[in-house]
């Protein structure tokens, strides 16, 4: 069974840091291209960076480039997402998400097949 836990949310003053950790289990991880997503209240699910399976390649939505990082350490199963230059308007849930396997790096929602629970990041002004 495939799991994936979200770590490192929390409450943040804007302008601070956040660090958020994804641990896979259930899966060959390196086989699959990984997502984080976000959703605020009331709006839609919405890609913020992804990274490929063997990790040479990302993506960012435009509001986070240049201030959120993504990597992944395939011995140890985990991808990150760093967030530098928070904003009141980065709060949401944020969610990780395993892509096919061998995949490419997407930006659609629909494109990933395993997610984890969410983890809950607020940005205070």
């Known amino acids: 069974q495939v799991q994936l836990g979200e770590s490192g949310g929390g409450l943040v003053q804007a302008g601070g840091s956040l660090r958020l950790s994804c641990a896979a289990s259930?899966?060959?991880?390196?086989?699959?291209?990984m997502g984080w997503f976000r959703q605020a209240p009331g709006k839609v699910r919405e890609f913020v960076a992804a990274?490929?399976?063997?990790?040479?390649?990302?993506s960012y939505a435009d509001s986070v480039k240049g201030r959120f990082s993504i990597s992944r350490d395939n011995a140890k199963n985990t991808v990150a997402l760093q967030m530098n230059s928070l904003r009141p308007e980065d709060t949401a849930v944020y969610y990780c998400?395993?892509?096919?396997?061998?995949?490419?790096?997407?930006?659609?929602?629909?494109?990933?097949?395993?997610w984890g629970q969410g983890t809950q990041v607020t940005v205070s002004s």
């Open positions: 990274i490929s399976w063997i990790g040479g390649s990302t």
């Open positions: 998400a395993a892509g096919p396997q061998f995949g490419g790096v997407v930006q659609r929602t629909s494109a990933y097949v395993h």
């Open positions: 259930g899966l060959t991880f390196s086989r699959y291209p």
